[in-house]
């Protein structure tokens, strides 16, 4: 039943944008960078060291490395949204194909090492909110009709627990686990680093923003 945790996560985030109405304003933002700092931290706290204890330096750099790529080039589809940029036309009336594929990809991955690393999955968590809320509020804008939208968000729910259920069942994965866990890591610290640098208004840092990235990262240092 943990595992089913994204989905109520996506949807949550989907039934407040529809009851509040947000902007894309601070308060987001905030919540984006306490996301990546702790998605930053879990990596290196539990999914780094679990991986290089079972298999080469080298070896697993060069899986990190792949994933680093893969998000590069998922990217280039969904245009940023795994990192809370949205740079599609809201004038459009048909279903954004790309988008929804790209960020499936991503969210399929992310439940791959769930499967045997839970502490992973709180860390997913907390990345998924802010970004659920900003893809809503672009879904929610946008032209396209209410039910393509509501079923944007309900299949893009179901995709990491979908990841962390073939990853327990499906042998041709569970052999594959370690390096399908790497290419993770590396999709993680791709996102990770881009909201916790990517320069915000003015191309600095701002104070407030400092803090709740130091406090995402303390935060994963007590837990795990």
Known sequence: MIYWLPVLTVLVGYFLVLWLKPKKNL???????????FLLATTLFELLPSVYAVSTAKEIGLYIMLGIVL??????????AEHGHMHFDEEKTIFPWL???SLSVHAFLEGVPISENEPILYAVIIHKLPVALILSIFLVSSRIHS??????????????PLGTYAAQSSPG??????????????????????ILFESSKGHSFNL?????????????????
């Open 27 to 37: 308060g987001i933002t905030l919540l984006l960078a306490f996301s990546g700092s």
């Open 71 to 80: 998000q590069i080039f998922l990217e280039f589809f969904s245009k940023g």
């Open 99 to 101: 988008l929804f594929i």
């Open 147 to 160: 039910w393509q939208a509501a079923l944007f968000m309900v299949l893009f729910s179901l995709m990491t």
């Open 173 to 194: 994965i569970e052999i594959y686990y370690v390096p399908l866990t790497a290419v993770v890591i590396g999709v993680f610290l791709h996102i990770s680093t881009v």
């Open 208 to 224: 407030r923003k400092l803090l709740v990235i130091l406090l995402g990262l303390f935060a994963a240092y007590l837990i795990f």
